[in-house]
């Protein structure tokens, strides 16, 4: 696979992990009627779309295939429960349940995907160049 369709496949994954970082900082102060789920915070799983193994065995640049997503998974924190008795979805002690969205380390993740996504840019235009050198140099008698 060429490096341009490489880069590729980790913007497409990148941007999918900045929209569910977006979804789960939109969420920070949604509320449940009393009874029913609160949102679940989630997290983008992804990995190589070959297998490990086989890139390890074959050692041909043309085996690498880019980046997948493996799926979702809810993060493991517990909701936060607030006193808040005059809200409508207050339950019978007047706690309000809110998502366990921890606000910092989603900015974190944020920033750090960000970054991640103008890397695959950085590497898709160098390779862009790359390959206008090598036809610029292939066309020279």
């Known amino acids: 696979m060429q490096a341009i369709e490489i880069s590729r496949t980790g913007l497409d994954v990148e941007w999918r992990r900045l929209e569910v ?12 009627p009393a009874g029913a789920e609160p949102y679940r915070p989630m997290r983008l799983v ?7 193994g086989q890139l390890l065995a074959s050692a041909s640049p043309g085996a690498l295939s880019g980046v997948k997503i493996l799926g979702l998974e809810p993060v493991n924190s517990p909701p936060r429960r607030v ?19 921890d606000h910092a380390s989603e900015m974190t993740l944020l920033v750090k995907t960000a970054r991640a996504y103008e890397a695959n840019l950085v590497a898709m235009g160098t390779a862009r160049q790359m390959y206008a050198k090598a036809l610029e140099l292939g066309r020279r008698p």
């Open 21 to 32: 970082i977006a979804d789960n900082l939109a969420n920070v102060g949604s509320t449940r």
């Open 83 to 101: 006193h808040e008795p005059s809200h409508p979805h207050a339950d019978e002690a007047g706690f309000v349940t809110y998502p366990g969205v």
């Open 46 to 52: 992804s990995g190589p779309r070959a297998d490990f």
